[in-house]
């Protein structure tokens, strides 16, 4: 009589498989970790690239409309300072802070205003760069500040100091 190979072979592979799946998913658990921290690098660099990219747009604009200040961010993709209205990379909504300094008075402090609360200071202050509006920690300090919504990028920013006295609007 011959015996049947294949069938007595059927539990070993199963089990083989179970092993190799329960392998593989170890090893993502383990690269996940890794992973979120490449694209939080990446997503760290892309909020500095778009935040110079809006403060480049807002000089232009300075330059082109007669030391004129941009009423709001939308006008410098209007009228083609800046490619695309890009969103804030690092948080959920999209929504910059503005980066305003007051017209007369303390012109070193640089306010960080809400998108929601522009209208309220822009009579007093002009728009002089972004901030994100994420206030998680990042993995990168930048300019002496580790939160992201601490990471001001305005008109006159010195890379190599680090970032003056700001006064987060909250009203």
């Known amino acids: 009589m011959v015996k049947n190979t294949v069938n007595g072979n ?3 592979s199963l089990i083989i498989a179970i092993i190799a799946l329960n392998l593989f998913t170890i090893m993502l ?3 996940k970790p890794l992973w979120d921290t490449v694209l939080q690098r990446d997503l760290e660099k892309e909020l500095i690239f778009r935040g110079k990219s809006y403060v480049r747009a807002i000089q232009n604009y300075i330059k082109k409309n007669h030391n004129k200040y941009p009423e709001n961010l939308i006008v410098l993709y ?3 300072f800046i490619r695309r209205p890009y969103k804030d990379p ?3 909504e999209g929504k910059w802070n503005i980066v305003m300094r007051y017209k007369y008075g303390n012109t070193k402090t640089l306010l960080i205003v809400p998108e929601f609360l522009y209208q309220k200071y822009k009579q007093k202050a002009n728009i002089v760069g972004i901030a994100s509006s994420s206030p998680d920690a990042g993995f990168m300090v930048y300019r002496g500040k580790k939160r992201y919504d601490e990471w001001a990028f305005y008109i006159g920013a010195k890379e190599n100091q680090d970032m003056p006295e700001l006064k987060f609007v909250v009203e």
């Open 29 to 31: 658990l383990i690269a």
């Open 90 to 92: 690092m948080s959920e």
């Open 78 to 80: 209007e009228k083609k």
């Open 10 to 12: 059927k539990g070993y």
